[in-house]
């Protein structure tokens, strides 16, 4: 599992710029999220029927606040541009150290981030689109 062997690496190195945060109430969320002011963010998920219903929420909320992101290569992840490994935990340890090495890579990759978020997701932008899905349009 990704999330035991990453923390497993985390114990034995105490790495100083690895942070972990308690839980936020629901309300303050985006708040928190936006002053963690995150160089990167990561969306592991294993791969089982449970992660395969899930929504890509957590990417547009990186997104949005152009976080790049590195993320399991799975379904709910295809079309975000974030950087998508296998749940390899070397292959992520080397994309987070190359991460966080590069600035200018992180820029980039959090700018594809934002724009796919600003192109893709915006309600406005498909509102015809449902208003006839729902036969609400006249």
């Known amino acids: ?10 114990k034995r190195q105490k790495l100083d710029y690895i942070e972990f945060h308690k839980h936020t109430a629901f309300h303050e969320y985006h708040l928190k999220l936006e ?4 160089d990167i963010a990561i ?16 990417l547009l909320e990186y997104g949005a606040l152009s976080i790049p992101t590195i993320s399991s290569n799975t379904v709910n992840y295809n079309d975000s541009p ?4 296998d749940n390899d935990t070397g292959l992520w340890i080397n994309a987070i150290n190359q991460l966080a090495d590069n600035l200018e890579l992180r ?5 594809k981030m934002h ?3 600003n192109n893709s997701y915006f309600l406005e932008d498909s509102l015809e689109q449902w208003l006839t899905c729902l036969n609400l349009k006249a």
Do not use: F, T
């Open 35 to 38: 002053q963690l002011n995150l």
């Open 115 to 117: 724009d796919w978020v």
């Open 107 to 111: 820029i980039e990759l959090g700018n």
């Open 43 to 58: 969306a592991p998920l294993e791969h089982n029927s449970y992660n395969y219903a899930k929504s890509n929420l957590k």
């Open 82 to 85: 974030a950087l998508k490994l």
């Open 1 to 10: 599992c990704l999330s035991r062997g990453l923390g497993d690496v985390y």
